[in-house]
């Protein structure tokens, strides 16, 4: 009996141990499988979300815009007295009905390391969960090295980089960038610009371009964004559909190229081009006129010709479309804050930067899904590619 027990408890102990083996190995390949996709996380991320929550993600805001007492004609004469660098009790209870998908920081929101220190974990921890951005291209535009505060790596421009011919100092230069926006918190770096710089006379773009030769300029967008990816910061090329052939600062008046579609196939689109195969994920628009292209005098953020038939369509661009500020003059001294809005949704654009009186275009936006001026579907759209790009920087 006793041997005969032993018997069954050891092909018992055989079978229970073979059951636990096939377990663990069916564990191990669903582990393997990855689990649940990122498309399924987000699709259930979505799924939860109210109408606000979604429209919310939509827009990417200074942080002045989430304080109700705080209005703005021109941003650096009204904001920069203000020095807003830590979120108020205003800001958080605007915050609970109007959230955000994402905050950017100018120059006068930072003061030094201390006080960064503070201030974005109190924005990360807003409703909406942002992400925090930053105009940190290295040259003239550079609100932390350009700051005496912040001891960090300066560069002449990036001409100075393209002019040396080699793409790998645009790596360092983004690389080195990158490396210290990570370390301060930052999530995005509206950096590099892919502009073409083939008008001497352009006032705005001209060194902040690597050439004005795109096959070298080209390499040196694709290298930067990589220095940057490596650092874990998300980049952006700007300014679609290019801004190098212009005169006018889009920041004060309308811009328009003369050029033909066919013509910046063979410029400005190599360069988007570049960075597209490459896989970047955010494109930042041009508030420039291209009637050659267009048809019409509209700006390119504003027009589905450009966004949806050219940059989605002959491009094959699937990741985010962020405007460039719809603050700037190409863009108010034309239209209202909501048309301009609700415009740029219109034509394809999935991220709105830098509305000016927040409150009222969110409202606009909200009621415009509800009567169904702007389609769910095109909503959800936006927002399925905004909620990939945060849960691919978790």
């Not at 409703?127 to 300066?154: M, Q, S, T, W, Y």
């Not at 952006?236 to 013509?263: L, N, R, S």
Request: aromatic share 8%; hydrophobic share 40%.
């Amino acid at each position: 009996m006793i041997t005969q027990g032993r018997k069954n408890f050891g092909l018992w102990l055989f079978a229970a141990l073979l059951i636990c083996c096939m377990s663990l190995t069916s564990c191990s390949e669903n582990d393997s499988s990855g689990g649940s996709s990122p498309e399924s996380e987000v699709e259930e991320m979505l799924r939860k979300m109210t109408l606000r929550e979604n429209v919310g993600q939509l827009f990417f805001v200074r942080p002045e815009a989430l304080d109700p007492d705080i209005h703005w004609e021109n941003p650096p004469t009204d904001l920069a007295p203000l020095k807003l660098q830590e979120v108020n009790e205003k800001m958080k209870q605007q915050n609970k009905s109007y959230p955000v998908g994402g905050i950017i920081l100018y120059d006068w929101n930072i003061n030094d390391e201390a006080q960064l220190a503070k201030f974005l974990p109190q924005l990360k921890a807003l409703n909406g969960k942002p992400l925090i951005c930053i105009d940190e291209e290295g040259g003239r535009v550079a609100r932390l090295a350009n700051n005496p505060n912040f001891h960090v790596k300066k560069y002449e421009s990036m001409a100075a980089i393209g002019a040396t011919g080699n793409p790998a100092n645009a790596y360092e230069c983004g690389n080195t960038i990158g490396t210290y926006l990570k370390k301060y918190g930052f999530d995005i770096d509206f950096a590099p610009v892919a502009d073409v710089n083939t008008n001497p006379d352009n006032i705005i773009i001209g060194k902040r371009a690597f050439s004005d030769d795109p096959a070298v300029a080209a390499p040196m967008v694709v290298n930067y964004l990589q220095g940057l990816k490596d650092a874990g910061i998300v980049g952006c090329i700007k300014h679609f559909p290019g801004h190098g052939d212009v005169k006018t600062d889009t920041h004060y008046g309308y811009a328009q190229t003369q050029k033909t579609w066919t013509e910046m196939l063979s410029c400005e689109m190599v360069t988007f081009r570049a960075g597209i195969n490459w896989g970047c994920q955010l494109v930042m628009t041009a508030h420039i006129g291209a009637p050659e292209v267009i048809g019409s005098d509209i700006p390119s953020t504003m027009s589905s010709v450009m966004l949806q038939n050219k940059l989605r369509g002959e491009l094959g661009y699937r990741n985010v479309i962020v405007t460039d500020a719809l603050e700037m003059g190409a863009i108010t001294k034309q239209y209202t804050n909501v048309d301009a809005v609700l415009g740029c949704l219109q034509a394809g654009v999935d991220i709105v930067l830098c509305p000016k009186e927040y409150a009222e275009v969110f409202d606009a936006v909200v009621k415009a899904v509800e009567n169904g001026t702007i389609s769910e579907t095109l909503l959800n759209d936006s927002v399925r590619r905004i909620l990939m790009l945060k849960y691919l920087k978790k």
